[in-house]
């Protein structure tokens, strides 16, 4: 069984930085393209980053030079780097697993694994 789970979530201001954290137990980490996405209120679910088993990255134009994505092999973990915060980036933040190494892009079709979500508010 498959098990995503974020943590490392909040509040916080415009400006400050975050870390998102996610342990992913019951498939071979290595073998899949790890990402994140997040979904504002009344928006669609948005790809936000993603990394391959080869570390190359993929990032949303509107992240790039702010977030920064990263896995931890020997801790089946994934992290995001969160820093220079606006407000536009509150949004429910989810893990996903299980990517496909040929699809490039940030896809919420591509993951087959998902997290819980978790939220991530910036004020002003």
């Known amino acids: 069984q498959v098990q995503v789970v974020e943590s490392g979530g909040g509040l916080v201001q415009s400006g400050g930085s975050l870390r998102l954290s996610c342990t992913v137990s019951?498939?071979?980490?290595?073998?899949?393209?790890m990402g994140w996405l997040r979904q504002a209120p009344g928006e669609e679910r948005e790809g936000v980053a993603k990394?391959?088993?080869?570390?190359?990255?993929r990032y949303a134009r509107s992240v790039n030079g702010r977030f920064t994505i990263s896995r931890d092999y020997a801790k089946n973990t994934l992290y995001l780097e969160m820093n220079r915060l606006k407000l536009e980036d509150t949004a429910m933040y989810y893990c996903?697993?299980?990517?496909?190494?040929?699809?490039?892009?940030?896809?919420?079709?591509?993951?087959?694994?998902w997290g819980q979500g978790i939220q991530v508010t910036v004020s002003s």
């Open positions: 990394i391959f088993s080869d570390t190359s990255t």
């Open positions: 996903a697993a299980g990517g496909r190494p040929n699809v490039t892009g940030i896809l919420a079709a591509d993951f087959r694994y």
């Open positions: 019951g498939l071979p980490f290595a073998d899949y393209a």
